[in-house]
């Protein structure tokens, strides 16, 4: 069982084969659909959770998250070097809400994850106890070896979210994987970016709910397979083949 700084196991008793195929799916998006209910509760949740820590009204709050994310890619980042927040204080009140009873189920989600030959892992900006929350729901946490959730992203003393270089380099390194045989799903552009250029293979969930969905008309040279969904990348030839 792998278990590094950025890797934690997701389930103790559960032992995963080795093999030279390293899958590294996205949560938010890739796995489920969150733009069903999730993120219209993490918006309300992330800005309450600045309004808070800061003590400032919604306003105000709703733009600094916004200026924050645009940013560094994660508000927690943010609120930690300009304001002295507390990381894990901050997580989990910006995830402080229903997070079961809104996710959407992806019906034969864990049969299809299981048929498709490699060892998986899940890479999220999102927190661990909201991440393993959805995975249960969803059903699928026995298909993953481990996951490297935003708790875990800190190199250097500093959160290095995704699509940090650093942070995927240190991901290679440490699954000790090659990149040529390592998979990045994703419906963000820009961390698939980033993984190509350490030469990983790639491929794009498209979903109109991921922020710029609308400018993505065309599969870009760096993404290797774009599909709609996770389902179609899990009953491809790209994906089933050894």
């Given at each position: 069982?792998?278990?590094?700084?950025?890797?934690?196991?997701?389930?103790?008793?559960?032992?995963?084969?080795?093999?030279?195929?390293?899958?590294?799916?996205?949560?938010?998006?890739?796995?489920?659909?969150?733009?069903?209910?999730?993120?219209?509760?993490?918006?309300?949740?992330?800005?309450?959770?600045?309004?808070?820590?800061?003590?400032?009204?919604?306003?105000?709050?709703?733009?600094?998250?916004?200026?924050?994310?645009?940013?560094?890619?994660?508000?927690?980042?943010?609120?930690?070097?300009?304001?002295?927040?507390?990381?894990?204080?901050?997580?989990h009140l910006s995830h402080d809400f229903d997070i079961a009873g809104n996710t959407k189920i992806e019906k034969n989600?864990?049969?299809?994850?299981?048929?498709?030959?490699?060892?998986?892992?899940?890479?999220?900006?999102?927190?661990?106890?909201?991440?393993?929350?959805?995975?249960?729901?969803?059903?699928?946490?026995?298909?993953?070896?481990?996951?490297?959730?935003?708790?875990?992203?800190?190199?250097?003393?500093?959160?290095?979210?995704?699509?940090?270089?650093?942070?995927?380099?240190?991901?290679?390194?440490?699954?000790?994987?090659?990149?040529?045989?390592?998979?990045?799903?994703?419906?963000?552009?820009?961390?698939?970016?980033?993984?190509?250029?350490?030469?990983?293979?790639?491929?794009?969930?498209?979903?109109?709910?991921?922020?710029?969905?609308?400018?993505?008309?065309?599969?870009?040279?760096?993404?290797?397979?774009?599909?709609?969904?996770?389902?179609?990348?899990?009953?491809?030839p790209f994906a089933l083949s050894a």
């Open positions: 069982m792998i278990c590094t700084p950025l890797i934690k196991p997701l389930q103790p008793l559960v032992r995963h084969t080795r093999t030279p195929r390293v899958w590294l799916f996205d949560l938010d998006n890739t796995l489920h659909d969150a733009s069903h209910a999730i993120f219209g509760h993490i918006n309300q949740s992330m800005t309450r959770a600045v309004m808070q820590s800061l003590d400032i009204g919604e306003e105000e709050a709703s733009a600094l998250r916004k200026t924050y994310w645009a940013r560094y890619g994660a508000t927690l980042i943010g609120m930690v070097r300009h304001h002295n927040v507390k990381a894990a204080d901050f997580l989600l864990s049969a299809m994850l299981n048929a498709v030959p490699g060892i998986k892992y899940v890479v999220t900006n999102a927190p661990m106890h909201y991440a393993r929350i959805v995975l249960d729901r969803l059903n699928v946490r026995h298909c993953f070896a481990g996951i490297c959730s935003i708790n875990e992203m800190c190199l250097q003393g500093r959160f290095r979210p995704k699509p940090s270089p650093a942070l995927m380099q240190q991901l290679l390194v440490q699954l000790q994987c090659e990149p040529t045989r390592t998979i990045l799903v994703e419906d963000t552009l820009k961390n698939l970016k980033t993984a190509k250029l350490l030469n990983m293979k790639t491929v794009h969930i498209f979903h109109r709910g991921t922020p710029f969905s609308s400018t993505q008309r065309m599969r870009p040279a760096y993404v290797d397979l774009r599909v709609n969904s996770v389902q179609q990348l899990l009953t491809h």
